[in-house]
Every structure is written in C-alpha cells, then in structure tokens.
C-alpha cells in the first residue's frame, strides 16, 4: 500500500456494525458464559475502499475477517499474507497487526472480534495455529448468515437473551469452519466418506458381531490403516465405537420398551446377558436394571 493513498478505518458507503461497551463484554464474559468466545464487535465493510487498520501492539481479541469479493492484505507480526475471496484471516490476541484492502480491487468483508477464555485456543481449533493465520474455506453460502446473524441479534440491544444467542451463533460459525477445515483436509483421499460409509455399516448390523476384517473391507482400507484412520477420526478404535452404537441402541430400548434384559441383550448380538451388562456398565457405569429405574422424564 503507498503512502499517497488515504488510509480509512471506517466509515464506507453500505457498512454496517455492532460494537459492544466494552464493560458490557467484561460483565458477560464474568458470568461464566455458556460458550467460551463472545463477539464483542461484528460487522460488514462492502467494497471498502482504502480501507486500513493499523495495531502494532495487538488486541485483547482474536480478529477474524472473511473477505468475500475484491482483494486485502496483513501484517501479522513479521508475516506478511495476501487475502483473496473465500479466504478467512485471523489475528492472533495481544499480537500486532495490520490489515487493509487492495488499492485497486478492494475487499468486502465480513469481520468480529473474539473475547473470551477460548480466543487463545481458536487457531488450533481451526488447526492454522503453524503456519499463516489464513485458510480457503471458498465462497461458502453458509458463512455470511451467521455473521448477519450476529449483526442483527446484537443489532437489537445486550440483554443476557442477545449476548447468548449472538455467542451461540458464533459458535456456529466457528464449528462450521471447523468442520469445513476438516472435510478439506481429507478431501483428496476421501477417509472421511469411507469412515461415514463403515459407521453406517455398523447401524444398519446393530444385532451382529462385526470384525475388523469386515470393517476395513467396507472402507477398502487395509486393516492397519483402517484402524489407525478410524481412531484418528472419531476417538475411539472400531469395535469400541461399534460396541457403544449399541449400547445407545440398548438404551433406547430400556427407555421406550418393556423388553426383559435379556431380550434385549439378543437384539443386539449379544448371547450372553451377563456380559451385555458388563459392556453396558463400562459405557455408562451403571447397569442396565440401574439405568431402566433412572426417571428421566
């Protein structure tokens, strides 16, 4: 950016913003919060010319900008970063930065400001946390309604209701960009639809014994690999996960049936009752009887 051209923080033609008094933002993040990020400011610049932010110390807040059309640049401590339509920025609390639209093709952005406990940990989350603070969720249709959201929800004043919903929508916004960030990571390969393919496999044979060898056949995976892949994704390893769809099946049934134990541990494979309600109890650390006398409304 030259020095000749003028430098404007704010103050476009169409823009629009919700900046919170920062007291307001330091009672609610006091309340202990039900979610731990709360938008302190949110807003849109169209086409913002000229535009330019300038922080050598940083913020308390994590910045988050999505740029949906034209183009922008950062400064995020010594790394320098070009912003480019579908592209998502993130500014790191307590770090000096700089940031502002291209002379020639300015951005229109979508930005908010981050407060709260889980600001540190956001970059990890979203897994930018070793490399540029930029990814390329593309131009998703999903993103831009939850910033609206947010805009119109703080737009109506900060009752607890509004600081809730705003902080519930931005926990939206931030697992779908999550989840966006995990599809493109494994989207060439595609593990994450032969992993949906197999947990579907297992829903659909709740009554049977399931191998790995099965498992792994349905994902067109070997073995080793299957298995490695399957923990990554979800946590637990095959027949963990395989068991504990059943165990959720099973509670369904002592909640909507008068099937004896017995029967149930049947249904779902098992020939032994005994050790159907050992199982039971290593997932849900009560028997089933324990579990059936539970009034859960």
Not at 24 to 51: E, I, K, M, N, T
Not at 236 to 244: E, G, K, M, Q, V
Request: with cysteine; aromatic share 10%; proline share 8%.
């Amino acid at each position: 950016m030259s020095e000749e051209q003028p430098r404007i923080r704010e103050g476009f033609p169409g823009q629009r913003s919700v900046v919170l008094p920062r007291p307001v933002v330091a009672a609610w993040l006091d309340s202990d919060p039900l979610w731990g990020l709360v938008p302190s400011d949110v807003g849109h610049y169209p086409r913002a010319q000229w535009h330019f932010v300038e922080r050598p110390e940083g913020i308390p807040q994590a910045v988050m900008i999505y740029c949906t059309d034209g183009e922008g640049w950062a400064r995020i401590g010594e790394t320098s970063l070009r912003v480019r339509p579908g592209q998502i920025l993130l500014t790191p609390p307590e770090v000096g930065h700089a940031y502002g639209a291209h002379g020639a093709a300015p951005w229109t952005i979508y930005w908010v400001h981050l407060a709260g406990p889980k600001t540190a940990a956001l970059a990890r989350t979203l897994k930018i946390e070793s490399g540029p603070p930029i990814w390329s969720p593309g131009p998703d249709p999903a993103i831009p309604p939850l910033f609206e959201k947010i805009m119109t929800v703080l737009g109506h004043g900060y009752t607890p209701d509004n600081l809730l919903s705003a902080s519930m929508t931005l926990g939206q916004l931030v697992t779908h960009l999550v989840v966006t960030r995990h599809r493109q990571t494994h989207q060439d390969d595609n593990l994450d639809f032969r992993i949906d393919r197999v947990i579907e496999m297992m829903r659909g044979n709740l009554s049977k014994s399931l191998r790995v060898a099965d498992l792994s056949a349905a994902a067109s995976l070997s073995p080793s690999h299957f298995c490695a892949v399957f923990r990554k994704r979800t946590g637990f390893s095959s027949l963990d996960f395989f068991n504990r769809l059943k165990m959720q099946r099973a509670c369904f049934l002592l909640d909507t049936t008068d099937l004896s134990i017995k029967a149930i541990a049947a249904e779902l494979g098992f020939d032994d009752p005994l050790y159907f309600s050992r199982s039971f109890r290593r997932v849900h650390e009560c028997s089933p009887a324990q579990y059936r006398a539970i009034r859960k409304g």
